[in-house]
Every structure is written in structure tokens, then in C-alpha cells.
């Protein structure tokens, strides 16, 4: 499967807020960097990351484009309430080992009403 294919399945299994599911497309050295947060390494760690965010918020993943280039792909998206971002993925043998994320924590805190760290 094509990375790009593969993104629109991560993008469906984060609409369900599924960390077990979502946990699946990465490698078990994987790294997500998400640049407002410090990097997570390893796959169980990005499952818990993944199952202490969908538990935090309700995120919704509203693709507006997925482009491909050899074996990554970049995401672009919003979503409902007007947050935007986007994310690079980097994949070998259909899985992600390296990705990387970025959007205004700030702007996501708020509209959850989520803490805002010191």
C-alpha cells in the first residue's frame, strides 16, 4: 500500500479515537514529534500518547490535502472548529517510523478548555 493510501487509514482510525487501532500503522521504534510537545519513541509509548489525548479531546481530522513523495507523506488538514495543521510521516515496510506534527497548542488548549502550562 502507497503511503498515501496509508495516511487516508491512519486519518479514519484517529476519527474513531482509537489508540489500539491508530497504534497499528507504527513501527515499534517509531518517533512522533508533534513540535509543540517533546518526542515520543517507540509504539507503546504513542499508543498511550494517542489514548491520553482521544481521552483529554474530541479531534476530528478534516483532510484538505495528502501529498506523496517517494516513502513519505504529508498531511494537511483542520478541523471542525477551525484548527488547522499538518504532518509529515515517514514510512518503511507500511509503517511509520518517523513523524512529525504541527499546529498551535495554544489555540487547541483553548478551544477545549484544556490547562495551559506555565
Do not use: T
Not at 45 to 57: D, Y
Amino acid at each position: 500500500m502507497e503511503p498515501r493510501q496509508l495516511i487516508e487509514k491512519w486519518v479514519d482510525a484517529f476519527n474513531k479515537g482509537d489508540a489500539e487501532m491508530i497504534a497499528e500503522f507504527y513501527a515499534e521504534s517509531a518517533v512522533n514529534h508533534q513540535v509543540a510537545n517533546e518526542p515520543v519513541v517507540g509504539k507503546s509509548a504513542i499508543k498511550q500518547m494517542f489514548a491520553n489525548e482521544f481521552s483529554a479531546a474530541e479531534m476530528v481530522c478534516i483532510v484538505e490535502n495528502i501529498f506523496q513523495d517517494g516513502d513519505w507523506a504529508m498531511l494537511e488538514w483542520k478541523d471542525p472548529i477551525g484548527l488547522r495543521g499538518c504532518g509529515f510521516f515517514q514510512f518503511e515496510d507500511g509503517l511509520i517510523v518517523f513523524q512529525r506534527g504541527y499546529w498551535d497548542k495554544l489555540s487547541f488548549l483553548k478551544a477545549h478548555n484544556l490547562p495551559i502550562p506555565n
